[in-house]
């Protein structure tokens, strides 16, 4: 059983930046392939974007530009640098791990506005 704890979101303008980070921890046992997701009232869940466990990162067409994920291994820890951001960027941000089956955060929110 691996968990996930999201930290880092709040309230920003546009234009603004934020760094989300997500911390595992429990019964790692390896490097995973990491990725982070949101989700906006009304909406589907969206991926965002994946990092391997040999530091290739993936990014969807809306984020691509803005967005930037990184891992520390030595800490169990993931993060999305946010920049540039926008009203549609409100939304729940979640982080998921590919152990041996998928793991998620809780979420962190992340509200865009003037």
């Known amino acids: 059983q691996v968990q996930l704890v999201e930290s880092g979101g709040g309230l920003v303008q546009p234009g603004g930046s934020l760094r989300l980070s997500c911390a595992a921890s429990g019964n790692i046992d390896g490097l995973y392939k990491m990725n982070w997701y949101r989700q906006a009232p009304g909406k589907q869940r969206e991926w965002i974007s994946t990092i391997t466990v040999t530091n290739s990162t993936y990014y969807s067409s809306d984020v691509k530009g803005r967005f930037t994920i990184s891992r520390d291994n030595a800490k169990n820890t993931v993060h999305l640098q946010m920049n540039s951001l926008k009203l549609e960027d409100t939304a729940l941000y979640f982080c998921?791990?590919?152990?041996?089956?998928?793991?998620w955060g809780q979420g962190t929110q992340v509200t865009v506005s003037s």
């Open positions: 998921a791990a590919d152990a041996a089956t998928r793991f």
